[in-house]
């Protein structure tokens, strides 16, 4: 017969999980030695009115997103399935029948432990686990450890770790999230990108995404490189918008949104212009680079809530670009090209020329453009012979040879 497992229990409605509860389960883990944990969200607590509550569904992905990379815990659903009230004791009991070969730690907030005796069928409850606290806040490490005593001396075992929580409100989170304020990293950063794509604790009318925000979201929506190449790129947009009297913070959060859908399926891109009704040319359609500026612009708008129609016009058009493009559009399209990351043969060139005329610029880039379609046989959009056209008109822009 093997050796009995150790397993963490941790309920709670997570509404949202934080980073304090992250840093429990690691501390647990390691102080207790535990093999694995279990986090399970509750339906509805016995302990708590919680009529505004996200979702179900919504709780469970974010605690699975938050403990996507620790080992050995495992996110459970079984109490969701359940509906209703959670009591703990059933939830035990369910655990214990079905590993009879598990000891169970119950991690109980340091609150919730000073009153722990008064949950409904406590006997059976210290029966089947080990009770875990951590001191925080104003239950401190002494008061734990006079109620654990007195528990022990009823037959419960149990254990007051020597360690203190990170001291984090889920309640104060949500209504900062509902205010439009920082969350101050206390957020997993794939928890917060979760929270603002789904808009939760906020109404869809509340104020658009941070950059903050939006850089949470970028790093759980993109791959490594293309992360660092938004931000890359809107470094590059304030340094171009300060250098030619754009505004800096528009820049800054069109350089960051530019490539949100980048790395996003052309099927689900594809999907996302057709839910907010956004009609394709043949062009358009048939040219799956060019969906991600159109889903991009559509995500930021009716997803993160931006309203600056200058900002969603140079995510819109920055790889086509057009005629008529505001000082904005042109600084994002540029800064496309000319960000710290890009290391193209003539990236020097077109480095030089941005820093001495705008408009050169968008001559060098463009013509490039069009002959690199050209040379790969491809469809040339109209925005762009557009814009080629107009910028030639007004002066005699340089060609050469730039790639991004």
């Known amino acids: 017969m093997g050796a009995t497992k ?22 647990l883990m390691r102080e207790l030695s535990l093999d694995e944990v279990v986090l399970m969200p509750t339906a509805q607590p016995p302990h708590k009115l919680k009529n505004g509550m996200a979702a179900a569904e919504h709780r469970l992905q974010m605690c699975r997103l938050a403990t996507a990379d620790m080992a050995g815990v495992q996110v459970s659903d079984w109490e969701l399935r359940q509906g209703g009230v959670s009591f703990t004791v059933d939830t035990l009991a369910h655990l214990t029948a079905e ?3 598990t000891q169970w730690y119950l991690f109980v907030g340091a609150d919730m432990f000073l009153s722990i005796d008064t949950w409904f069928r406590f006997a059976d409850i210290a029966a089947m686990a080990v009770l875990c606290a951590v001191p925080r806040g104003d239950a401190d490490a002494a008061d734990l450890r006079r109620k654990a005593a007195s528990l022990t001396a009823r037959g419960a075992r149990c254990v007051v770790a020597d360690m203190t929580a990170v001291d984090v409100s889920s309640t104060d989170l949500r209504e900062c999230i509902r205010n439009g304020k920082g ?20 109404d869809e009318s ?22 660092d190449h938004s931000l890359a790129v809107a470094e590059e947009a304030v340094r171009l918008a300060t250098r030619y009297g754009a505004d800096v913070q528009k820049a800054r959060t069109a350089g960051l949104l530019h ?16 839910n907010y009704g956004i009609a394709m040319s043949e ?14 612009a559509a995500f930021a708008e009716h997803v993160l809530g931006i309203t600056d129609r200058d900002i969603l016009n140079a995510v819109r058009y920055h790889t086509t670009a057009r005629a008529g493009m505001s000082l904005l559009e042109q600084v994002l399209y540029l800064a496309d090209f000319t960000s710290a990351d890009r290391d193209y043969d003539d990236v020097d060139v077109m480095r030089r020329l941005v820093d001495v ?9 463009l013509a490039y453009t069009i002959k690199d379609l050209v040379k790969k046989k491809k469809p040339i959009h109209p925005d762009t012979v557009a814009a080629f056209n107009e910028v030639t008109m007004k002066g005699d822009g340089e060609n050469g040879n730039c790639t991004r």
Do not use: W
């Open 6 to 27: 150790r397993c963490g229990l941790f309920g709670g409605t997570f509404d949202p999980i934080h980073s304090g509860h992250v840093a429990l389960i690691r501390a």
């Open 99 to 101: 590993r009879p070969d």
């Open 183 to 202: 969350t101050d990293g206390l957020l997993p950063p794939a928890v917060e990108a979760y929270i603002m794509e789904n808009r939760l604790y906020t």
């Open 206 to 227: 509340g104020s658009p995404a941070t950059d903050e925000q939006i850089t949470a979201i970028l790093r759980r929506r993109l791959k490594p490189k293309r992360f």
């Open 259 to 274: 490539d949100v859908m980048k790395n996003t399926p052309p099927a689900d891109q594809l999907q996302v212009l057709d």
């Open 283 to 296: 062009v358009e359609r048939g040219a799956e680079k060019l969906y991600h500026a159109m889903s991009g």
């Open 357 to 365: 005329s705008m408009e050169d610029a968008m001559a060098y880039a």
